[in-house]
Nanobody, 123 residues
Framework: EVQLVESGGGLVQAGGSLRLSCAAS????????IGWFRQAPGKGREGVSC????????QYTESVKGRFTMSRDSAKNMVYLQIDSLKPEDTAVYYC????????????????WGKGTLVTVSS
């Protein structure tokens, strides 16, 4: 059974940093691309970053380029999202998701989803 469990969210001041973690189980990283999505209050879900199955290619939506860094530790079955220079508009529930394909920018319907972790950025 595929499981994705996010952690690391919290309340942080604008300009600060957070590292979100996603514990993955029930599959091999080589089988699925992994994505981080977010849903801000009153808005639709948005794909912010994707890591290819090989782990060699990472994509970011335009609004987070240069501030978000996605990585994985295959030995630990963990995926991370380092978020720097946080802005109030980054406030959202962040989800980790897995699918053979991952597309940033829109609300791509990934096959598997975690329950999310809330990031709140104060101004």
């Amino acid at each position: 059974e595929v499981q994705l469990v996010e952690s690391g969210g919290g309340l942080v001041q604008a300009g600060g940093s957070l590292r979100l973690s996603c514990a993955a189980s029930g599959f091999t990283f080589g089988d699925y691309a992994i994505g981080w999505f977010r849903q801000a209050p009153g808005k639709g879900r948005e794909g912010v970053s994707c890591l290819s199955r090989s782990g060699k290619t990472t994509q970011y939506t335009e609004s987070v380029k240069g501030r978000f860094t996605m990585s994985r530790d295959s030995a630990k079955n963990m995926v991370y999202l380092q978020i720097d220079s946080l802005k109030p508009e980054d406030t959202a529930v962040y989800y980790c998701a897995a699918d053979p394909i991952c597309i940033v920018g829109g609300d791509y319907d990934m096959a598997y989803w975690g329950k999310g972790t809330l990031v709140t950025v104060s101004s």
